[in-house]
């Protein structure tokens, strides 16, 4: 199952990067890094009758680089970890690491085609939990009257996203919505996304889980245009 997710995974970001390669144009680089408040869910079925909700919240540093090959797309790679504190029906911290490879097209000026691969683990004193989520969605930029200011929707799904102990999930996706504003070399952006995993849906094993993040994040150009 491993070798086919990051085959999909790979197989996404090179028809992403075909028309990219082609293009011709100039190579642009940019870094960037980001503080996000992250809330995460999970309520199992599976665990006592009630099924109830486990909450867990805390703050996630980020950091990466990104680069604009031609006109039209995107490579980037980056990270992001911290430490997600116990609240209501949790009993332990949990530490969140990810990795992350992302790629996008540009299909029209509001428009890109987005695609890659996230892998993350989710660590306490008693367990550790593997996710590997490869992902194709769209995003679409709604620019406002005010020059460098502009609105930012996402959707993808990941069909799949698999975790280690569990089943695959029967729904995957991840849904955001921000403001971004662009000045010179530097672009700033706020943005919430949130990510829900439906996994044994109608059974006595049933469990939902989802990962709730308002980000905000500072990209600097270093070369060429901001990718």
Do not use: C, K, N
């Given at each position: 199952m491993?070798?086919?997710?990051?085959?999909?995974?790979?197989?996404?970001?090179?028809?992403?990067?075909?028309?990219?390669?082609?293009?011709?144009?100039?190579?642009?680089?940019?870094?960037?890094?980001?503080?996000?408040?992250?809330?995460?869910?999970?309520?199992?079925?599976?665990?006592?009758?009630?099924?109830?909700?486990?909450?867990s919240?805390?703050?996630?540093?980020?950091?990466?680089?990104?680069?604009?090959?031609?006109?039209?797309?995107?490579?980037?790679?980056?990270?992001?970890?911290?430490?997600?504190?116990?609240?209501?029906?949790?009993?332990?911290?949990?530490?969140?690491?990810?990795?992350?490879?992302?790629?996008s097209?540009?299909?029209?000026?509001?428009?890109?085609?987005?695609?890659?691969?996230?892998?993350?683990?989710?660590?306490?004193?008693?367990?550790?939990?593997?996710?590997?989520?490869?992902?194709?969605?769209?995003?679409?930029?709604?620019?406002?009257?005010?020059?460098?200011?502009?609105?930012?929707?996402?959707?993808?799904?990941?069909?799949?996203?698999?975790v280690?102990?569990?089943?695959r999930?029967?729904?995957?996706?991840?849904?955001?919505?921000?403001?971004?504003?662009?000045?010179?070399?530097?672009?700033?952006?706020?943005g919430?996304?949130?990510?829900?995993?439906?996994?044994?849906?109608?059974?006595?094993?049933e469990?939902?889980?989802?990962?709730?993040?308002?980000?905000?994040?500072?990209?600097?150009?270093?070369?060429?245009?901001?990718?």
């Open positions: 491993r070798v086919a997710t990051f085959r999909v995974a790979a197989t996404a970001l090179v028809v992403l990067g075909l028309p990219v390669a082609a293009s011709g144009q100039g190579l642009g680089v940019a870094f960037t890094g980001g503080l996000a408040l992250a809330e995460h869910r999970v309520a199992d079925r599976s665990v006592g009758g009630a099924g109830g909700v486990e909450v919240s805390g703050t996630l540093f980020s950091s990466g680089v990104r680069f604009r090959v031609g006109a039209r797309g995107t490579v980037a790679l980056g990270g992001r970890s911290g430490v997600l504190h116990p609240g209501r029906g949790a009993s332990l911290p949990r530490d969140l690491a990810e990795l992350g490879l992302d790629g097209y540009r299909m029209r000026e509001w428009l890109d085609v987005i695609g890659g691969v996230r892998i993350r683990s989710y660590t306490t004193m008693v367990s550790r939990q593997r996710w590997t989520a490869p992902y194709l969605g769209a995003a679409v930029r709604v620019p406002f009257a005010i020059p460098g200011l502009r609105g930012l929707l996402d959707v993808a799904v990941h069909p799949f996203a698999g280690s102990g569990l089943a999930p029967e729904v995957a996706i991840t849904t955001g919505a921000g403001l971004a504003y662009a000045r010179g070399r530097l672009d700033v952006q706020v919430y996304a949130l990510e829900r995993y439906d996994f044994a849906r109608a059974t006595v094993g469990r939902f889980e989802q990962l709730a993040v308002l980000t905000i994040q500072a990209r600097v150009r270093a070369r060429g245009a901001m990718p």
